[in-house]
């Protein structure tokens, strides 16, 4: 997975985990760690599902998917009551990060 995959694991299992922890990754912005989650994956699922994931250059992003997972997965096995807290927030996130948008355009 390399190094950069190792990373979004770490991020992953902090969005189950920690979902309102303050961080500046990866967008420079100061955000809950749980939305940089959330739109990283908003920006980058879509692309890769539709095959186009050369779009990025030589950046693996299914490895950093792959760390997701990975992370995601270690999140449950460590903490399952955490993590489950956690990854209904990123649903009402992501939920919220897709619908919201559109009315404000």
């Given at each position: 997975?390399?190094?950069?995959?190792?990373?979004?694991?770490?991020?992953?299992?902090?969005?189950?985990?920690?979902?309102?922890?303050?961080?500046?990754?990866?967008?420079?912005?100061?955000?809950?760690?749980?939305?940089?989650?959330?739109?990283?994956?908003?920006?980058?699922?879509?692309?890769?599902?539709?095959?186009?994931?050369?779009?990025?250059?030589?950046?693996?992003?299914?490895?950093?998917?792959?760390?997701?997972?990975?992370?995601?997965?270690?999140?449950?096995?460590?903490?399952?009551?955490?993590?489950?807290?956690?990854?209904?927030?990123?649903?009402?996130?992501?939920i919220l990060v897709i619908i919201?948008?559109?009315?404000?355009?």
């Amino acid at each position: 997975v390399g190094a950069s995959g190792a990373i979004f694991g770490l991020m992953a299992y902090l969005t189950l985990t920690r979902p309102f922890k303050i961080t500046q990754m990866p967008f420079l912005i100061t955000m809950p760690v749980a939305l940089a989650t959330v739109v990283y994956a908003i920006l980058v699922i879509p692309v890769l599902l539709a095959g186009q994931g050369q779009q990025f250059g030589n950046v693996a992003q299914t490895a950093h998917l792959g760390g997701l997972l990975g992370g995601s997965l270690m999140a449950f096995a460590m903490n399952y009551a955490q993590a489950l807290k956690g990854l209904i927030i990123v649903i009402i996130v992501a939920i919220l990060v897709i619908i919201l948008p559109p009315l404000f355009i």
